[in-house]
């Protein structure tokens, strides 16, 4: 067994060891398996992944006389079966002496992210009488899920309950009561446990059974932000960021502010206020070039001749609905086929690729659509597309799709040829 020094000292970031054994990993290839007799790397479990650092070889011997050193990394660490596998990068001599090293700032933050989700979840349980069920600490934010609903005006009183409890700076008790004990203590877990129960106690927030570490008090979690709140599994999910990634997440969102305020030339707590003015000035430009659009599409309809002679127009102008609107106002005219075509953005000089019988003149890409108030225009529509290189389908009286590489002339050609077979 393995010597856990994390839990006598959950601060601990150097100490050193004796590597009982190194083998080959059997699951990551090129890298080894390293057990020593005592460690402070805390390996995977509880949701929260496991530490990182490196294990230093201390010279003696022929190696202290020589000045060589061996350092390898540690990559992640795994129990299995109360033995403590750290899986290096490199091989360690049996018997040697190393000195380990955590990522400490990383360490930390994972100390400040799992003490948080306890007095989080402390509250929840107190409050609502929800549970944990389902904890993960991941490299960006840590989630918790609770088996009941929490509303967004609830989540702003937990957050400021959770707070209180960090001011407090409340000592974080470690446990280890005897089965008796036990049975007669109130306290949360998620799984049943078999043997020495390790139970963490804030006092008047939270009594749960746990087996990683965590920050002597609470004071040292800095702050908890809850950031988000969603529905989950009949339940929700809340996101939480403490401490040191609760300060980035805020360095990040005043830079962010910082920028938007000066784009829009308003305080940085105004922005929103800004924001939807700017919002319902576009809504308004919009809706004046939409009722031009109208106006201009009304126009070049008017310009077509009425009749009934099916009619093939391509434009570099109109997007969107523009196509089927002055396809309608076409057919209103009186024609029995209509076919609008509106050049794609950013997709000129695409070759045809064998689909036209271009020869080097303007290949473009266009959206098309097709329509008729007195026949189905669907085959004509499915011949389109298998010559053109098409794809596309709707209705009898209309179809939509894009065609890949078509030469305007050829197209409108073959349209028209088509359309008076109808």
């Known amino acids: 067994m393995t010597e856990k020094l994390f839990y006598e000292d959950s601060h601990l970031s150097e100490f050193e060891a004796e590597v009982l054994s190194c083998l080959p990993s059997e699951s990551v290839r090129g890298k080894?398996?390293?057990?020593?007799?005592?460690?402070?790397?805390?390996?995977?479990?509880?949701?929260?992944?496991?530490?990182?650092?490196?294990?230093?070889?201390?010279?003696c011997g022929l190696e202290e006389e020589e000045g060589r050193e061996t350092i390898v990394r540690i990559l992640d660490v795994q129990e299995k079966e109360g033995r403590i596998l750290h899986l290096a990068d490199g091989p360690l001599a049996e018997g040697c002496r190393v000195k380990g090293c955590i990522d400490w700032d990383e360490r930390f933050m994972k100390m400040q992210q799992h003490t948080g989700e306890h007095i989080v979840s402390g509250i929840i349980h107190a409050r609502f009488g929800y549970n944990n069920v389902g904890f993960h600490l991941g490299s960006e934010d840590c989630t918790m899920d609770f088996?009941?609903?929490?509303?967004?005006?609830?989540?702003?009183?937990?957050?400021?309950?959770?707070?209180?409890?960090?001011?407090?700076?409340?000592?974080?008790?470690?446990?280890?009561?005897?089965r008796d004990e036990l049975e007669k203590m109130e306290y949360r877990s998620k799984i049943e446990i078999e043997g020495q129960v390790r139970i963490i106690e804030i006092p008047g927030y939270d009594r749960c059974a746990c087996c990683a570490p965590h920050v002597d008090r609470t004071g040292e979690i800095g702050m908890i932000k809850l950031t988000n709140v969603q529905r989950y599994k009949g339940g929700v999910r809340v996101t939480m960021l403490c401490g040191v990634r609760a300060l980035r997440d805020y360095?990040?969102?005043?830079?962010?502010?910082?920028?938007?305020?000066?784009?829009?030339?308003?305080?940085?707590?105004?922005?929103?206020?800004?924001?939807?003015?700017?919002?319902?000035?576009?809504?308004?430009?919009?809706?004046?070039?939409?009722?031009?659009?109208?106006?201009?599409?009304?126009?070049?309809?008017?310009?077509?001749?009425?009749?009934?002679?099916?009619?093939?127009?391509?434009?570099?102008?109109?997007?969107?609905?523009?196509?089927?609107?002055?396809?309608?106002?076409?057919?209103?005219?009186?024609?029995?086929?209509?076919?609008v075509m509106g050049e794609n953005s950013g997709k000129k000089g695409e070759k045809s690729g064998g689909n036209s019988a271009a020869d080097g003149g303007d290949v473009k890409t266009y959206r098309y659509v097709i329509g008729s108030r007195s026949v189905d225009v669907r085959p004509l529509a499915k011949e389109f597309n298998a010559r053109f290189g098409g794809r596309g389908g709707g209705k009898p009286e209309m179809v939509q799709g894009t065609v890949r590489a078509v030469v305007q002339a050829e197209a409108e050609s073959w349209i028209l040829e088509k359309a008076g077979e109808l």
């Open 32 to 59: 080894y398996e390293v057990k020593l007799d005592r460690t402070a790397f805390f390996p995977e479990g509880g949701g929260q992944y496991a530490d990182t650092g490196s294990l230093a070889v201390i010279p």
């Open 147 to 178: 088996n009941g609903g929490i509303t967004e005006g609830e989540l702003g009183e937990i957050e400021l309950a959770a707070n209180r409890a960090v001011w407090a700076n409340l000592p974080v008790v470690t446990l280890y009561p005897s």
């Open 251 to 339: 360095e990040v969102k005043q830079k962010q502010a910082k920028e938007v305020s000066a784009m829009l030339c308003a305080k940085e707590n105004e922005t929103a206020e800004a924001v939807r003015h700017l919002k319902e000035e576009c809504a308004a430009l919009k809706g004046g070039l939409a009722e031009q659009e109208k106006k201009l599409i009304q126009y070049q309809a008017e310009r077509i001749p009425a009749g009934e002679d099916a009619v093939c127009v391509f434009s570099e102008d109109l997007r969107g609905d523009s196509l089927r609107i002055l396809m309608n106002c076409i057919l209103d005219a009186g024609h029995k086929l209509c076919a």
